[in-house]
């Protein structure tokens, strides 16, 4: 059931790229399926990737989950070296590798996720009774925080996070403990949003998009334009109109949005039902694995569910108006190689976890 939902995910994500990238591969790189061909070798790659994680033995990834912390805050860093890493509209979250990039943000979700997947299994006694065993995983998370926020990288910043105080709270550590660290978070994602001048435009333009359509809240007014037009049943594949440069980043941040314009609201409803089984079936898979013993693999397939759970929401509230203007991918939709790889890497993670879970239960 995993492999059909994420593979049913994957084909919406080919189509909706293919669609909404068109026009703007076409005039950029006067190639129609510019777009569409490297999202195919992004699939190529995502699948081999997967398979070699999923040959992984589990005990692997428990026992390096340091390693792969340690290498994605060194790839933070990197991407912040003047010279090496690449600016787009005023962020610095990629590293060039010839022909294709590489964004460090999405490979530290992966990495934070084993590396605290594995420290609680080793030091549960003092995750869930001490100060210190809480706020050691903190001051990880506040590093890999602050890297991200110098991107800066706001949406990665918050999946990141609230992926990891959920992932603590299921891992059963003290309620008080949790409030406090967890008011004391929220105070500073507040003060972060009102240090920056185009966070407070974007909150702003948030709360009423239509008073300044043209500027602030251009994208966001197009994005509801577009679910507007596709009403029940949608244009058709293929017709959009707001993907002819009227809503910007229509294949990345707001393919949702054309695909609810081309599919209409039972297109859409579709990919959100395809959204909340798969992670509901991953935190079932979670649940088997924490009854069956299997403890790190349990918290490792809470914090993919959140992951996906926590991106899915914010991209598609951002596109509904939902939520303020933030650049996250669509979890096996949007384009975007670096996204797409750690998706299936994570997601062959679950189903090894899923297997070894099976084989022992038949065992019995």
């Given at each position: 059931m995993l492999l059909t939902l994420a593979c049913a995910l994957i084909l919406v994500g080919l189509?909706?790229?293919?669609?909404a990238s068109i026009e703007y591969a076409k005039i950029n790189y006067s190639n129609t399926w510019f777009h569409t061909s490297r999202h195919l070798i992004y699939m190529l790659i995502a699948?081999?990737?997967a398979v070699v994680v999923y040959r992984m033995p589990l005990r692997f990834w428990e026992d390096t989950g340091w390693i792969w912390l340690f290498l994605a805050l060194g790839?933070?860093?990197?991407v912040l070296v003047p010279g090496i890493g690449r600016e787009v509209n005023g962020s610095q979250r990629w590293l060039p590798l010839g022909p294709f990039t590489l964004q460090p943000s999405e490979f530290a979700k992966m990495a934070m996720i084993i590396y605290l997947a594995g420290y609680m299994v080793r030091r549960e006694h003092e995750v869930r009774n001490e100060w210190q065993g809480f706020l050691k995983p903190m001051a990880v998370l506040f590093a890999a925080t602050l890297l991200l926020m110098v991107e800066p990288d706001f949406g990665a910043t918050v999946i990141v996070a609230g992926s990891a105080f959920g992932m603590l709270f299921l891992a059963g550590v003290k309620l008080g403990h949790f409030l406090l660290v967890l008011a004391g978070a929220l105070g500073a994602l507040l003060v972060l949003v009102v240090s920056e001048p185009y966070r407070v435009k974007r909150l702003t333009a948030y709360t009423d998009p239509w008073a300044d359509p043209y500027d602030t809240g251009f994208q966001l007014t197009q994005s509801l334009i577009a679910f507007g037009r596709g009403e029940w049943l949608g244009v058709g594949l293929g017709n959009s109109v707001q993907k002819l440069f009227y809503l910007p980043e229509a294949h990345t941040d707001f393919v949702f949005?054309?695909?609810a314009e081309e599919t209409g609201f039972l297109g859409a409803l579709c990919v959100i039902l395809l959204y909340a089984a798969l992670i509901g079936r991953i935190f079932w898979v979670g649940?088997?694995?924490?009854?069956?013993?299997?403890?790190f693999g349990a918290y490792v397939c809470y914090g993919v569910a959140l992951v996906f759970s926590g991106q899915a929401f914010v991209n598609m509230g951002v596109s509904s108006g939902l939520l303020p203007t933030k650049g996250l991918t669509l979890p096996f939709v949007s384009y975007g190689g670096t996204s797409l790889i750690v998706c299936c890497a994570m997601l062959a993670l679950v189903l090894k976890i899923d297997a070894q879970v099976?084989?022992?239960g038949s065992r019995r």
């Open positions: 189509l909706a790229i293919s669609s699948g081999i990737g790839l933070l860093i990197l949005s054309i695909w649940r088997a694995a924490q009854l069956a013993g299997y403890a099976r084989a022992r």
